[in-house]
């Protein structure tokens, strides 16, 4: 399958912890990356390979695995959190070496 | 510091090709380590992979835009390039070039341009 589905949105309270979802069959065996988008702003690399960090990425921010899932966790949502959400990874096949999800807009009440 | 910076016509004509060039500076576009990548995102909608690039001129492309793409590397500057033939208003999107790494068979972009708004329109 070349496909990873993604909730279109997601909301959380200020301060509290939100999960985002990404799933694929190609999850099984691939990791997932993540990246947040603001508006009018390029991607931002925010965990990559199931659960590490870029330099500068707040430790709120946190990748997990299972199946054919992958999620990114934010403990303590922030105001700035506020932005559209991107899983990546790639698909079994190899003919798809960069796969996208759809994006969750990710709203902080 | 790594810097990425997309360069090309902002305006397209149905059915001719959209060019675009991405200049690289702080880092070495010949980096054993990295692959460059072009993606592209239509205006309210998602990101979507174009292709990708080695130095050594290898290529990986989406097969759903493989037969009007054509990605390349030029070394000597710096400079890794994007062509989309026959171009429709679908292919009206902001393109961004990137940097990507391989971890365990999966390209991971680390690194993005600005963006480059094309419109195709007559």
């Known amino acids: 399958s070349s496909e990873l589905t993604q909730d279109p949105a997601v909301s959380v309270a200020l301060g509290q912890t939100v999960r985002i979802t990404c799933q694929g069959d190609?999850?099984?065996?691939?990791?997932a990356s993540w990246y947040l988008q603001k508006p009018g702003q390029a991607p931002l690399l925010v965990i990559y390979?199931?659960?590490n960090r870029p330099s500068g990425i707040p430790d709120r921010f946190s990748g997990s695995s299972s199946g054919d899932s992958s999620s990114l966790t934010i403990a303590g949502a922030q105001a700035e959190d506020e932005a559209d959400y991107y899983c990546?990874?790639?698909?079994?096949?190899?003919?798809?070496?960069?796969?996208f999800g759809g994006g969750t807009k990710l709203t902080v009440l | 510091q790594l810097q990425l910076q997309e360069s090309g016509p902002g305006l397209v004509k149905p059915s001719e090709t959209l060019s675009l060039t991405c200049t690289v500076s702080?880092?070495?576009?010949?980096?054993?380590?990295?692959?460059w990548g072009w993606i592209r995102q239509p205006p309210g909608k998602g990101l979507e992979w174009i292709g990708s690039?080695?130095?050594?001129?290898?290529?990986f492309y989406n097969p759903s835009l493989k037969s009007r793409v054509t990605i390349s590397v030029d070394t000597s500057k710096n400079q890794f390039s994007l062509k989309l033939s026959s171009v429709t208003a679908a292919d009206t999107a902001v393109y961004y070039c990137?940097?990507?790494?391989?971890?365990?068979?999966?390209?991971?972009?680390?690194?993005w341009g600005q963006g480059s708004l094309v419109i195709v329109s007559s």
């Open positions: 702080g880092d070495s576009i010949s980096s054993s380590s990295d692959y």
């Open positions: 990137a940097r990507q790494g391989l971890r365990r068979l999966v390209l991971v972009t680390d690194s």
């Open positions: 190609s999850l099984r065996s691939y990791s």
């Open positions: 990546s990874s790639r698909d079994n096949s190899g003919d798809h070496m960069v796969l």
């Open positions: 690039v080695y130095y050594s001129g290898t290529t």
């Open positions: 390979d199931k659960n």
